[in-house]
């Protein structure tokens, strides 16, 4: 008999029909009439409720389900007498798929989320990681979406890169070397020749170079892919392989590109409201109260647009008031997640757009400012999280571009196809980068970026 998924099956209103459900167990209670099993079969965050008369079953068979057994049931869809539910299964026949036996880890008592990292490959079967799942191929699909409606391309950025010039030292080298005899020159220079690419290559820390060449040909396109860094930050934020969404678009200036990262991050928050209230219901039940009041401010309020100058003001006042911070402010200061979290938090209450950074703890690529100081940096600053979105306005000017690249000494003899864009029909241009881990943990209101990626990569975990 055909299989229906749970999340049909508790919307049926055909009592009386037979039904077959497929999934695991969750829990199973009764006494000597009658037991009760709680099925779940990853397609929502529900059960359903199996009764199982004693009578119609051979004693044994319903003694070895257990939690975690996975199970073929068929019966009649009923209305349920019990609360919580809508309908439940009498049913007629149970197969077994496979027991799980008591060793089985995810018995019904609540587990730490460290217990369940060690467990990555059984946690998806916890509710709180079916929900968080759910919701990552909800906003996945949100994201294809908003841009394919907008009229971008979705692009392929290449995930192995020859390109040094980005966030040089964080990135994994790719390698087909023999690492235990590797061939030097006669400076000690490891010599690439023989290597696969014949050349140093890595893993990418970012499609935002190759994503201009596809912005300056298709008018704006989008990468979804992941992305790589090797940076040793053991932060509930960073992750070593994380997804990066990066639009990229010819002809806008730096108000549209601020209106364009604002519309995109309301589009998939509302998305989620929109598609997963039973999940983001159960997340806000289980692990954050303030969840899905947040989500809906968040898509209510008009993000504060804040140059940087004004920003750094503001905390200067507020810790003339007595206001501590760990690290200091003044005027070329990086600022620290706790500065970014005191404006979005205390000050304005509200996502801040932070633009006009100084020029030198930004990127090389960004658009300088008549001042000679500022660039277009746009940094996206979000409640709980900090930094969402890191973006720009790209510098077109070729010799512009050239004089950053020289004050920087960057590397640029792999680099010449990204000037070509300067040199031929240059235009303005701009785009960003939204984390999309960073994005799961403020729709979810999980804690810990490794606790809404299915298999989490950070220093010295690499595990399942
Ligand atoms: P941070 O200061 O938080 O390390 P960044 O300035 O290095 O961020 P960008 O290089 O601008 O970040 O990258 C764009 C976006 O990618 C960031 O806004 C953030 O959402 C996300 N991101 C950056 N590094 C990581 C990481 N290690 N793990 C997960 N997401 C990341
Ligand atoms: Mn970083």
Redesign the pocket.
Known sequence: MKRTRIVDAIKMTQFGETVNVKGWVRTKRGNKEVNFIALNDGSTINNIQIVADVVKFEEELLKSITTGACLSVTGKLVKSEGAGQAVEIQADEIQIYGLADNTYPLQKKGHTMEFLRGIAHLRPRTNTFGAVLRIRHNMAIAIHQFFHQKGFFYWHSPIITASDC??AGQMFQVTTQNLYDLKKDENGSIKYDDDFFGKQTSLT??GQLEGELGATALGAIYTFGP?F?A?N?N?P????E?W?I?PEVAFIDLPELMDLEEEFIKFCVNWALENCMDDLTFLNNMIDKGLIERLKSVVATEFVRLPYTEGIKILEEAIAKGKKFEFPVYWGCDLA?EHERFLVEEHFQKPVIMINYPKEIK?FYMKQNEDGKTVQGT??LFPQ???????SVREESYDKLMERITELNIPMKDMWWYLDTRKYGSCPHAG????????MLFVTGMQN?RDVIPFPRTPKTADF
């Open positions: 980005e966030g820390v970012s992305t860094r940076e930050s932060t934020r960073h992750l070593a994380f990066m990066e997640s990127a940094d996206v999280i900090g930094e969402i979105i890191g973006g960003f980068g939204l984390g999309f881990e960073r994005l970026i």
